[in-house]
């Protein structure tokens, strides 16, 4: 089957005759047209002075089609990114980090080109992989998928993930006979204690540091404040104040009395 795209008719620009087969169009980052720009035409052995960093490049395949370019449709082979997109996760709200590991520990299907070798019958057979934990740290650091790269697109994923302050319980992402052993000793649950935000995009960002004290700190009112650290200036902050968008790398320390 084939797929006929019609050009957009802003993107032909003053003097964007298609005279050969195909037109530069300067465009921004995400390949996406830029308003006003204008269609970098052939002036054959002229250099030609771009000032745009990137460009579109559209086909025809024949000049009776006019402004249609016509490509084929294939179906491509794709695995799916556990990552939840920015889109579905607006219709549904802020994501839980829980769901989040949830996602990172379920079964993967391999594709053909990752088929796995059996040592036994000596070919390459469909298999799944799964991330498992068998053994919890006393220090668990999580790191969150900020910076999504697509071909030449580059963006930043600024959406919320709910990330607890305390007792992150890492028992229902072990496997079973580990959980059950761990379990019945001390439980895997974590707390809080660190965290690295990022502001800013793909081609330039600022990093902070929020840190809960040792001993824990209150204000005046008993309430429990962390310390935030800017380049060389350090100031107090509410704890309610953790919980940003910009989150980028947790660190949570496990408990060694569960019944904190």
Known sequence: SVECKRLPSEASGEG???????????????????PGANAIMDKDDQILHIESKFLTMD???????GLIAITEKATLEHREDLTVSAK???????IKLEHCIELFTQPETL????AWYCPSCKVHREATKQMSLWQVPAILIVHLKRFSFANIRRSKIDKYIEFPLRGLDMTPYMLGDAAQLVSSFNPPIYDLYAVANHYGNTYNGHYTTMVKPAGGLTNDRGEPEWLCYDDSN??????????????????YMRRENVAE
């Not at 005759?17 to 995400?30: H, I, M, R």
């Open 111 to 114: 594709s053909k080109d990752e």
């Open 234 to 251: 350090v100031w107090k902050i509410h704890e309610s104040h953790v919980l940003e968008k910009e989150a980028y790398i947790l660190f």
């Open 88 to 94: 579905a996760a607006k219709e549904s709200g802020p």
């Open 16 to 34: 964007a005759v298609w005279s050969g087969a195909y037109v530069l169009t300067p465009a921004n980052q995400y390949g996406e047209w830029m």
């Open 59 to 65: 086909w025809r395949n024949t000049p009776s089609e």
